[in-house]
């Protein structure tokens, strides 16, 4: 049943991927542009951040919740890894500090993580409402935090720019993507905290009469949530060179998008880390290919949208059938 | 299964959509940052029609939407295509600079368009000259002054566009370095619009009534001197000082008609750069072997009530 | 009294089935004008399926109704108010923001001709209905400012706007003091000799007997009889609610009952009041009574879902005070809840992840689960609940009703509790299958562990238990020896009148 779902969302992944190729440019020499070993590790790059959010976001999906804080949990990570990583602190290797920043950033963005969650379990307010605050206030901490100026993260010699200059390598990127999903979806299938998840997300009533540790997995969901967002964040940082009080707007929109397009439903208690990796590689093979025709990027989102609503729909029906 | 042939049909739709067919055209890829600000609005419409006087040229435009992440993604989708000219008007400085760095060597001609990265990976960079601009604003301020008061002396007010951007800066500083020699003239109100027409409007208020006598206004953008100039205008008082700005952009929102109209005494037009860019890119296009300059600068002209309709016909 | 001899409703032959149980089987009743007339029976025996049915809420499978002699089909609510039929429903359906005003038009066919709202014409409409049922509040009063009574006799006001000539009344006491009964009881006679019938749905003898004409009594879905009130007494009413025969002999097991595994003296909570009882090791101790008597309200108590107020309950000889379910299982205590569905079943996944998800933390705290281990633990188990042709990785939302409540019972088998507490275990599951979890049941009880079982039905409870307790209103009505003791005895209990505590 559940391995039904998988694969209609690994056939959509499928199909797009043959349309890409038959609608692809051709390069001069005749090799299809789409095709080329540098345009396909680009597309991993490229979704490799919210890649890493969306595996976090399953999980939280899945406890029949939601996160709509990343975003700005993102560009606040950024934020703290810019200011760590440009400190003057002579006298530490640079792969001290970078240790320190990294720390500081994924440390931080899980804490403000478990607060979404201890809010969430402990005074029983709706997700969406907490992470929407979440949302505004963590915005406004990494604008406060940041003077709302922008951090550059250099290209001379220092701490900063040895950290930018080996974090942003796309083997070091979408490594960390596969690494972090193959990690949680091991956890999500194998662990009793994953199944604890699940259970949470199909049925809490049932799950609180079984005597499930309902409190303390919700935070952890959130908690996880922060985590994954300050390492995606920490890659954000040297990607684009800069800690940025307003990275990652509507980010959250994008990584709900990849769950749910990978068969995940968002009322909880049915989904797959393989369906959000499924999900993501969609996202990011339809805008390459969108990008590649030269599609204006106003359509771009017009055609998301239409995606994610054929996604959902085409679940619904083999559900019904 | 129905609902998976409406998917086949919409990526055979795709397919329609972007790139057309015949002989290969010379791809000219801009990546332009804003597509929504009119300053950038300008530069898009100015860029396409000049290269649609080159019929063999194919012009694409992507918009960044101010996302640093989006325009690495779409300069990385143009790398791809094997652009024949790259042109990119950068969102910011430090993220931009890898991915041009790329384009630059794996062959591609770069023209970097009115903002600067942190390191030089482009062909050429074609800018203009803020600070000239702002040197130019304090000299017209020093000689308004001069001529309505018999000496260097006054209160000026100043509107100022986001702190830490180039542009803003060198506007500020070049003007300074001509102001500063002048101790009677006084900068007595200085606020921050964001180059924002509503928020200049607020500043200007709050300023007109913290100073009971304002000579000059220089906003460091159009928008911003229209703004203040509506405050005046709300508390009775636009003839009592003048309005500069700077942009200079042509067409009926633009800062030239602002300077025909009366509402700007003058204004400092803020080059495109897109006719340079065209011209050094067609060399580039056409002349195997051209080597352009590193850097071009392109100067600013005053405009003033005099010669804004002659202007205001040649930027069309 | 009565008017004449046509009746103002009758309906025959009304069948209705829910999920493959038959609610009703050929049921008929007949209601004349400007009569009182109760319709009571057991829990489930159809009442408030019949009611739903005059009133056009649930449409019946086949029925022949006939409306003043003419034959009609209540096809919707609101056909039904055209008729002239209302209803005033236990859980009352006004709207709690909104005035008393807007309560009694709101749906009204009549009042709604035009799209604005006018305040005068409203305030008169009501003014003369809220007199009629003797409310004298004002018609703009937010309906969530009253208390309950009051909110009462709006729903019936709302029923005479319409001008009902037949309101249907379910468990209309439930909520009341004594004077507010009073107070309804002289509006149900102004309205009888107004020429409205009243349909008095409910379970307590002592007002049916004092208000209505006529009493008809349901059984398993189907009409035992009518009778005169004059005619008749609690006792045949009582006989004829419960007179089905009893299968065969006693099931529970012989031998004398262990030593007290819990003890609950004087608890109480918010819908609890004092109940004492003992179980022992190896007894199945049956929990009879009415709907809304306490006996899910006890199981929840027990389970650390409801705050004990008072009194105290100890488990095997200690204090057990439990704060949650989780709590509670520690203490070796289970409970399967009365809605599988709702409260007991994670329905997107397997057999053998229900089975296994109480006892997931024994098996690997925050660790790696073993499919094997999983599978070798709760296989035994599973076996042992003989399910039909189910594999433990088939989903359980594909098994039957009573597939399923064998599964819920693994489960609880599985974390080895000393006592069990059931809620209605057989609701809603085919004959094979509720024999099967009778053994189960009585496994339990040899087991040596004790057993508390909730069920409506009475011959279930004197076949399966040693001792019967009996609720009524949240008190302890009794207990009574299930070997000796005959349904009529176990709904007297349950139905009298509480002694003041």
Redesign the interface.
């Given at each position: 049943m559940k391995r039904l779902r998988k694969l209609k969302s690994v056939l959509g992944l499928a199909g797009i991927i043959l349309i890409a190729i038959l609608v692809s440019p051709v390069a001069a020499d005749g090799s299809n542009i789409f095709l080329q070993a540098g345009n396909l590790t680009d597309v991993l790059r490229q979704m490799s951040v919210i890649g890493i959010i969306a595996v976090a976001m399953t999980f939280v999906i899945l406890t029949a919740g939601i996160d709509l804080s990343v975003g700005s949990i993102l560009a606040f990570a950024t934020c703290l890894t810019g200011m760590f990583i440009t400190r003057s602190s002579p006298g530490s290797s640079h792969f001290a500090q970078a240790a320190l920043a990294v720390t500081v950033a994924v440390g931080a963005s899980a804490l403000v993580g478990a607060a979404n969650g201890v809010v969430i379990s402990a005074f029983r307010i709706q997700p969406f409402i907490v992470s929407l605050a979440s949302m505004i206030g963590v915005r406004g901490l990494a604008k406060w935090l940041s003077k709302n100026e922008n951090i550059d993260i250099g290209f001379g010699s220092d701490a900063a720019a040895s950290f930018a200059g080996f974090v942003n390598q796309k083997v070091v990127i979408v490594g960390a993507f596969a690494v972090l999903a193959a990690i949680f979806w091991i956890v999500l299938d194998r662990t009793v905290f994953g199944r604890y998840v699940r259970a949470i997300g199909d049925n809490e009533k049932a799950g609180r009469y079984s005597g499930l540790p309902i409190r303390s997995v919700k935070i952890a969901v959130y908690t996880l949530s922060g985590l994954l967002t300050g390492i995606a964040g920490v890659l954000y940082a040297a990607e684009n060179h800069q800690g940025n009080p307003n990275a990652g707007v509507a980010y959250e929109l994008d990584a709900i998008a990849a769950v749910v397009i990978g068969g995940t439903s968002l009322m909880g208690g049915s989904g797959s880390i393989a369906g959000t990796i499924v999900g993501t590689l969609i996202m990011g093979v339809l805008t390459n290919i969108l990008r590649l025709r030269n599609v204006d990027s106003n359509v771009e989102m017009m055609v998301k949208a239409v995606i994610i609503v054929l996604a959902v729909a085409i679940q619904k029906s083999e559900k019904a059938e | 299964m129905r609902l998976t042939w409406v998917v086949v049909g919409i990526g055979l739709a795709l397919a329609g959509c972007g790139g057309s067919s015949g002989p290969r055209k010379k791809l000219v890829a801009f990546s332009q940052c804003n597509n929504s600000e009119p300053y950038r609005a300008a530069q898009n419409a100015r860029l396409t029609k000049l290269l649609a006087a080159q019929p063999d040229v194919q012009l694409v435009i992507a918009d960044a939407q101010q996302d640093n992440s989006k325009q690495i993604g779409q300069i990385e989708a143009f790398i791809r295509q094997k652009p024949d000219l790259l042109i990119v008007a950068p969102n910011e400085r430090a993220p931009l600079t890898e991915v041009m760095g790329r384009a630059f060597h794996a062959g591609i001609p770069v023209i970097c368009l009115e903002r600067d990265i942190v390191q030089p990976n482009y062909t050429s960079y074609i800018r203009s000259d803020n600070r000239e601009i702002g040197r130019m604003a304090g000299q017209y301020i020093v000689d308004y002054l001069t001529k309505k008061n018999g000496a260097p002396r006054g209160n000026i007010v100043q509107i100022r566009g986001l702190l830490g951007v180039e542009g803003e800066i060198n506007r500020y500083e070049g003007a300074q370095e001509v102001l500063a020699k002048y101790p009677g003239i006084r900068t007595v109100h200085e606020a921050v619009a964001d180059w924002i027409q509503a928020k200049a409007k607020d500043r200007m208020t709050e300023a007109l009534r913290a100073e009971p006598k304002i000579d000059v206004v220089y906003a460091h953008n159009d928008p911003m001197a229209v703004g203040a100039y509506l405050a005046a205008k709300d508390l009775g008082r636009e003839k009592e000082m003048i309005f500069i700005g700077v942009d200079g952009l042509s067409g009926p929102g633009g800062g030239i008609q602002k300077v025909a109209d009366g509402i700007l005494a003058a204004t400092f037009v803020y080059p495109l750069c897109v006719d340079k860019a065209v011209e050094i890119g067609t060399r580039i296009l056409r002349e195997p072997g051209f080597q352009p300059e590193k850097v071009y600068t392109i100067n600013s002209v005053m405009v003033t009530p005099e010669n804004a309709a002659r202007l205001e016909k040649a930027a069309e | 009294m009565s008017g004449g001899p046509e009746p103002l409703i009758q309906l025959d032959g009304v069948n209705k089935h829910y999920d493959g149980a038959q609610a009703l089987r050929d049921a008929s009743f007949s209601v004349a004008k400007g009569e009182v007339h109760a319709l009571v029976g057991e829990n489930g025996a159809g009442k408030s399926t019949l009611s739903k049915i005059i009133a056009g809420a649930v449409q019946p499978d086949a029925a022949t109704v006939r409306w003043r002699g003419e034959p009609v089909r209540i096809s919707s609510p609101i056909a039904a108010q055209r008729l002239g039929i209302g209803i005033v429903f236990q859980e009352l359906d006004l709207f709690p923001n909104l005035s008393i005003a807007e309560n009694i038009v709101i749906g009204n066919v009549r009042m709604e001709r035009s799209p604005w709202v006018n305040r005068k014409e409203l305030s008169r409409f009501c003014a003369a209905h809220l007199e009629q049922v003797g409310l004298a509040a004002s018609p703009w009063t937010l309906v969530r400012d009253l208390p309950i009574a009051h909110m009462q006799l709006v729903a019936i006001a709302r029923a005479l706007s319409f001008d009902a000539r037949l309101i249907l009344m379910d468990e209309p006491t439930s909520s009341l003091a004594d004077d507010a009964v009073d107070r309804l009881f002289a509006l149900i006679r102004r309205l009888r000799s107004a020429g409205v019938s009243v349909v008095y749905v409910s379970h307590k003898m002592k007002e049916i007997f004092e208000i209505a004409d006529r009493i008809t009594v349901l059984r398993d879905g189907s009409t035992i009889g009518t009778r005169n009130a004059a005619d008749t007494n609690i006792d045949e009413i009582i006989g004829m609610m419960v007179g089905r025969a009893i299968g065969s002999e006693s099931l529970a097991p012989s031998g004398p009952p262990g030593e007290v595994v819990l003890s609950a003296a004087g608890v109480t909570t918010q819908k609890l009041r004092g109940v004492t009882f003992d179980l022992h090791r190896g007894e199945i101790l049956g929990v009879a009574g009415l709907v809304g008597a306490g006996r899910s309200e006890l199981g929840a108590a027990l389970?650390g879902?409801d705050p004990i107020r008072g009194g105290s309950v100890h488990l095997n000889g200690r204090e057990f005070h439990p704060r949650?379910?989780?709590d509670?299982?520690?203490r070796r205590f289970g409970?399967l809840?009365e809605d599988r569905k709702?409260?007991?079943?994670?329905?997107?996944?397997s057999v053998l992840?229900n089975t296994s998800?109480?006892i997931?933390?024994r098996?690997?705290?925050?660790?790696?689960?073993s499919h094997s281990r999983e599978k070798g633990v709760a296989m035994p188990v599973l076996q042992r609940m003989a399910l039909k042709s189910a594999s433990p990785e088939a989903?359980v939302s594909s098994l039957s009703g009573g597939n399923q409540q064998k599964v819920l019972l693994a489960?609880w088998l599985l974390t080895n509790p000393d006592v069990l507490f059931l809620d209605d275990p057989t609701r809603g599951i085919d004959v094979g299958a509720k024999r099967d979890i009778y053994h189960i049941i009585q496994d339990l009880a040899g087991q040596g562990k004790g057993v508390l079982f909730v069920s409506s039905e009475l011959p279930e409870l004197l076949q399966c238990c040693h001792r019967i307790l009996v609720l009524r209103e949240g008190r302890n009505m009794g207990i009574v020896d299930a070997r000796t003791a005959t349904q009529e005895q176990i709904m007297k209990l349950a139905t009298a009148e509480p002694v003041a505590a």
């Open positions: - | - | 389970f879902l949650s379910p989780a509670a299982i520690r409970l809840p709702l409260q007991g079943l994670m329905m997107q996944m992840e998800i109480a997931l933390g098996l690997a705290r925050w660790s790696f689960l989903g489960k």
